[in-house]
């Protein structure tokens, strides 16, 4: 059997879409799966799409994910150059070109630019696009020997036949068919000498032995020219997996108006690189199981191309985060604490036992960023409304809460161990003296130290961060409140 190979093939253009990391990793799985090797090729040959940096952040991506090339720029497999435009100089475009001209699949074409805009048009998917009436193909070989001694600037172009039809599969799509008249002769070397993204891509993934290509399915509609390519070459088409759209919650393409299309986006908004990989790897694959949470290795296992879908993949933020949330919860303190302290410096300066409050907020946030709004209070008690005292299932009101502060102010100025067993005692002897339930007490208490309904622990824990004068201070101010009110 062919060891598969599989290669993510990116043009350097800027940060790297959801859409584009999806097909990297697909490419990475499929390969693992089968033990076989998975490439990285830089399709720069669009010099006028170029980004400076692109290339680096496709690397960091890569890495941040985990996706390990087993071949590529900076590891050589035998099959290289990884980058096109290094390929081009090895003239492999042009010899190729050259070979389907000979076999009468492609023609030198030197038609300008006033030519080429004087010809028909046809909105093609939206897109208004050219389509080239075959003027130099019947150009004799004289002419163009011609032409090219003179130094004309030339294109290459397929040569597609206007009868028949051509088919070819897709792993989701199956079989799809075209008729030939609807193939236009695309340029396969351009008049700047670099191959096209259409013809360079099919030659560099048969000469790199590449078994399955993935990519997006707005590839579908330019297959079957590749497929003439293949053909003509007389080599074998590879596996296509096209892949179906992401789109936002609206059902819209996900955009860079989204405000999270690519990793950066996410990894900037406080996602971990893990749980952007295994949502990623759900959004269009399912496995047989209902199950959701999977480390990379995991998906190795488990994954099988078969069971991608062609239905739309809806990028769900709520879901994304809560996968984040569960990823959280699932760390060790060791690795969290380290990458939660710059948010809770962020949001609470010195002065606080960092690494209790760590442990606090862990299960209550899904992203790093939700830390600010879980701890603020402790570093500044906030304007809070009196109502909050009323508590029906606490059995509390605003008259009771009153009391019971007032009654625990003196034994909580009389205490001098401030710690969460010590004043978590006090109050219950309280309870207990009163005869009350425990949160007819514990739920004034942590209103008027927190001044949240919500906070990420309970009464006497928060009294312990904050100390006995800060603890104090803020039970004065709710008594001054209640009293206000009555
Ligand atoms: N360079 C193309 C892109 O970045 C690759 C498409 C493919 O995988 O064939 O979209």
Not at 115 to 137: F, N, P, Q, W
Not at 240 to 246: A, E, G, K, R, S
Not at 303 to 314: E, G, N, T
Not at 433 to 460: D, E, H, I, L, Y
Request: net charge negative; with cysteine; glycine share 6%.
């Amino acid at each position: 059997m062919t060891k598969i190979r599989t290669r993510y093939a990116p043009s350097p253009t800027g940060k790297m879409h959801v859409g584009n990391l999806r097909s990297a990793l697909y490419e990475f799985l499929i390969a693992k799966h089968a033990d076989g090797d998975f490439m990285l090729r830089i399709e720069d040959t669009d010099q006028e799409r170029f980004v400076e940096g692109a290339t680096e952040i496709i690397y960091s991506t890569l890495e941040k994910a985990g996706l390990k090339h087993d071949e590529g720029p900076d590891k050589d497999g035998g099959v290289g150059p990884y980058v096109q435009s290094e390929r081009m100089k090895t003239g492999i475009y042009l010899k190729y070109a050259k070979e389907l001209i000979d076999k009468g699949e492609a023609y030198y074409c030197f038609c300008d630019k006033d030519r080429l805009a004087s010809l028909k048009t046809e909105i093609v998917e939206g897109k208004e696009i050219m389509i080239y009436d075959k003027h130099c193909l019947s150009l004799s070989k004289e002419d163009v020997e011609k032409n090219l001694a003179a130094g004309l600037p030339y294109v290459i172009r397929q040569n597609n036949p206007t009868e028949g039809t051509t088919t070819f599969h897709d792993e989701l799509y199956g079989d799809i068919t075209v008729n030939n008249s609807e193939l236009d002769d695309m340029i396969l070397i351009k008049s700047d000498g670099y191959p096209t993204y259409n013809f360079a891509n099919v030659v560099d993934d048969h000469t790199m032995n590449i078994t399955h290509v993935v990519r997006g399915n707005e590839y579908l509609s330019s297959s079957p020219k590749y497929t003439r390519l293949y053909e003509a070459f007389g080599w074998q088409v590879p596996v296509y997996v096209h892949l179906p759209l992401i789109t936002d919650e609206n059902h819209k393409k996900l955009s860079k108006r989204s405000g999270h299309s690519s990793f950066e986006d996410l990894m900037e908004q406080g996602f971990l690189a893990e749980a952007v990989v295994n949502y990623i790897a759900l959004l269009g694959w399912s496995p047989e199981d209902n199950r959701e949470i999977f480390s990379l290795e995991e998906l190795i296992k488990e994954f099988d191309y078969h069971r991608i879908s062609k239905s739309p993949a809806v990028f769900d933020m709520v879901k994304l985060r809560w996968m984040n949330g569960e990823y959280l919860k699932a760390m060790d303190m060791e690795s969290f604490f380290p990458m939660a302290e710059p948010f809770l410096k962020e949001a609470l300066g010195v002065g606080f036992d960092l690494k209790k409050i760590a442990a606090m907020v862990k299960t209550r946030i899904e992203v790093f960023p939700d830390i600010a709004g879980q701890v603020d209070f402790f570093k500044e008690l906030p304007s809070y409304d009196v109502e909050m005292y009323t508590h029906k299932k606490m059995k509390t009101d605003k008259a009771s809460s009153l009391e019971v502060l007032t009654e625990l102010l003196p034994l909580l100025e009389e205490q001098e161990d401030y710690s969460n067993d010590a004043l978590y005692q006090t109050l219950l002897s309280y309870v207990e003296k009163k005869g009350c339930k425990n949160g007819f007490v514990m739920w004034p208490v942590r209103t008027a130290v927190s001044g949240r309904q919500m906070t990420p622990a309970g009464a006497t824990e928060i009294m312990e961060i904050l100390g006995k004068e800060e603890s104090l201070k803020r039970i004065r101010i709710g008594i001054e409140k209640l009293q206000k009110e009555s």
